[in-house]
């Protein structure tokens, strides 16, 4: 969270929006805003209706989910999808914005 | 789990903000690209 907060700008500058999802309540994701000053959009996903959605997986034995990006262009279609083999498996923000076409 | 496939239309979805204000991915449909994270966690 904290690179994207660090890249953010550069999101912006190509006319991107960041929404992030995630299983936690509302009370949890405003906690984690705030302690963060994040500046893109955070959605509580708590019945997991959006991870689903997406296919986002769980590993139990991992302890928790991994982390799964997607590129959606303005026309709404999927542009990337990266779902990460383990918890650092993240693509790397100037990777996706090599990809954006603003 | 099905995983979504690449130049195929993005499902919409609509969740509630922090703020409680509804959220929804077409309100950015032929305005803005959308980088959507499926966050690991925070803790």
Do not use: C
Not at chain 1, 34 to 41: G, S
Not at chain 1, 57 to 86: C, N, Q, T, W
């Amino acid at each position: 969270m904290a690179q994207l907060r660090q890249d953010y700008q550069q999101f912006v500058a190509l006319n991107t929006e960041i929404l992030v999802v995630g299983p936690e309540d509302a009370a949890s994701f405003q906690q984690y805003w705030r302690q963060e000053a994040l500046p893109f959009i955070g959605l509580p996903d708590p019945h997991q209706v959006v991870l689903k959605l997406y296919g986002q997986e769980v590993k139990l034995l991992k302890l928790g989910r991994l982390p799964a990006v997607m590129l959606i262009d303005r026309s709404g279609r999927i542009r990337f999808a990266h779902y990460g083999h383990s918890m650092a498996d993240i693509p790397s923000n100037q990777e996706i914005l090599s990809l954006i076409e603003p | 789990m099905a995983k979504v496939a690449l130049n195929t239309p993005a499902p919409n979805f609509t969740l509630p903000d922090l703020h409680g204000n509804p959220v929804s991915l077409f309100d950015y449909l032929d305005r803005k690209n959308v980088l959507v994270v499926f966050n690991r966690g925070f803790f």
